[in-house]
C-alpha cells in the first residue's frame, strides 16, 4: 500500500521531471501520472483547464539511439540533445517509463504469450499474427524485452528517418474514439480532458493489436488475415494482410493469372458500406470475377480463423489466454460492422 509520504515524494519526482523537461524545450502544463482503467496513465491535473503538451523533434529519440546499461535505458550517441538531457532521458524511463511499469508489462505479456497452448501458437504463427521464431530469437531475453518495449513505444514522423520515442507523450494510453496527437515538426497535444488522457495509437485492430500491445478494445476497423486461397478454375488470391488508411485502395499485382492485394479492408464501423465497396472497385478491371462473392468468402474465412483461435485456447484461463480471447470477440464485433454498398464510389 503505497504511504501518503511516498505519494508525496513521486509527486515530488514527477513535477522536477517535468521542469527539467520544460528547461529543455518542451512544454508540459496541467498532467500527472497515476493509476487508472487503463493502467499506469497521464490525467489533467484539472479537468476544467486544457492540457497542453509538446514534445519539440529535438528532443524525439530515435528507437536504435537506446541501450539497456544496467536494467536502465541510456542514450548512446548525445551530440544532437541538450546539455542534460540524456541523463533526464534515463531517469524518466527509470521512474515513469521503462522502470515503472514498461518492463514488468512487457515481460509478462511475452512470458505468458510463449505459454499459450501449442494448437493456439500454430494457428498464430499460419495466419502471420506471431512468428515464434521471429518474436523469440535465441538472445539474451531482457535485451528482446527492451526491444519489444521500443517497438511498442515509437512512431514514424517525418523529420526522422527511423521510428522515435516521444517522451512523456507516450506515456499516454489508446482509445479509438479519441484523436490522435498532432504530429508535425513537433509532437503535440492541447484539449480538455474529462478523466483520463487519451489518444488513438496508430489504425489496427483489435487482435493485432493485442499482440503488438497487450491490450484489446473495439476499434474501428477490421482487416482480412494473410490469405492464399484458389479462386476461378486454376488461380489464386493471395491477401498479404497488411493495414492501411480505410479509404485506401488495395494495391493489386497481376501474375499469369493470379491475383495478389496488398490489404482488404473488412469492415468499418463509421463506414459499413466501404469495405466491400473498395473491394470490388479494385477489381473491376477483372470482368471475370464475381468481386462481390469473392469478398464474402474472405469475410466468412477471416470469421472462421477467428473463431478457431478463440477456440484453440480450450480450458487455458491464464491472464494472457483471456486477453487473446477478448481480443477474438473484439475482433468478430468489429467485423460485425460491414453490410451494403457505396454505389457512389462505384
Known amino acids: 500500500m503505497t504511504s501518503a509520504l511516498d505519494t508525496q515524494l513521486r509527486e515530488s519526482q514527477w513535477q522536477n521531471m517535468l521542469d527539467s523537461f520544460q528547461s529543455f524545450g518542451g512544454i508540459a ?24 503538451l509538446i514534445v519539440p523533434k529535438h528532443l524525439l529519440v530515435e528507437y536504435d539511439n537506446v541501450e539497456r546499461q544496467n536494467d536502465q535505458l541510456v542514450l548512446l550517441d548525445h551530440k544532437d540533445y541538450p546539455e542534460g538531457f540524456p541523463d533526464w532521458f534515463t531517469n524518466y524511463q527509470s521512474n515513469f517509463s521503462w522502470g515503472a511499469d514498461g518492463r514488468r508489462s512487457i515481460d509478462e505479456f511475452e512470458q505468458g504469450l510463449k505459454a499459450l497452448p501449442t494448437e493456439t501458437l500454430q494457428l498464430l504463427d499460419q495466419n502471420n499474427l506471431l512468428k515464434p521464431a521471429g518474436r523469440w530469437p535465441e538472445e539474451d531475453w531482457d535485451d528482446l524485452i527492451m526491444k519489444r518495449f521500443l517497438r511498442s513505444r515509437c512512431i514514424r514522423v517525418k523529420t526522422h528517418e527511423k521510428p522515435v520515442l516521444i517522451p512523456i507523450i507516450e506515456l499516454i494510453n489508446h482509445s479509438p474514439k479519441m484523436s490522435s496527437y498532432k504530429v508535425d515538426e513537433d509532437i503535440c497535444i492541447e484539449d480538455t480532458f474529462s478523466g483520463e488522457i487519451l489518444v488513438s495509437y496508430q489504425l489496427s485492430d483489435p487482435i493485432r493489436r493485442f499482440l503488438a500491445y497487450g491490450f484489446s478494445c473495439h476499434e474501428a476497423v477490421a482487416f482480412s488475415l494473410p490469405i492464399l486461397a484458389p479462386f476461378g478454375k486454376k488461380n489464386k488470391l493471395c491477401i498479404k494482410g497488411e493495414v492501411h488508411r480505410v479509404n485506401s485502395m488495395p494495391k493489386v499485382e497481376k501474375n499469369e ?41 474472405i469475410y466468412a474465412r477471416n470469421i472462421r480463423t477467428v473463431v478457431s483461435i478463440a477456440n484453440s485456447l480450450g480450458t487455458d484461463h491464464s491472464k494472457t489466454a483471456d486477453g487473446l480471447r477478448t481480443a477474438c470477440l473484439n475482433h468478430l464485433w468489429s467485423l460485425s460492422h460491414q453490410y451494403g454498398l457505396r454505389m457512389d464510389m462505384l
Open 29 to 52: 502544463e496541467n498532467i500527472t501520472q497515476r493509476q487508472g482503467e487503463h493502467g499506469l496513465g497521464l490525467f489533467p491535473v484539472d479537468e476544467s483547464k486544457q492540457v497542453k
Open 257 to 297: 493469372g493470379d491475383l495478389s492485394l496488398s490489404h482488404v479492408l473488412l469492415s468499418s464501423t463509421s463506414s459499413p458500406r466501404v469495405p466491400k465497396t473498395i473491394f470490388i472497385k479494385c477489381l473491376m478491371d477483372e470482368i471475370d470475377l464475381k468481386a462481390d462473392e469473392i469478398f464474402e468468402q
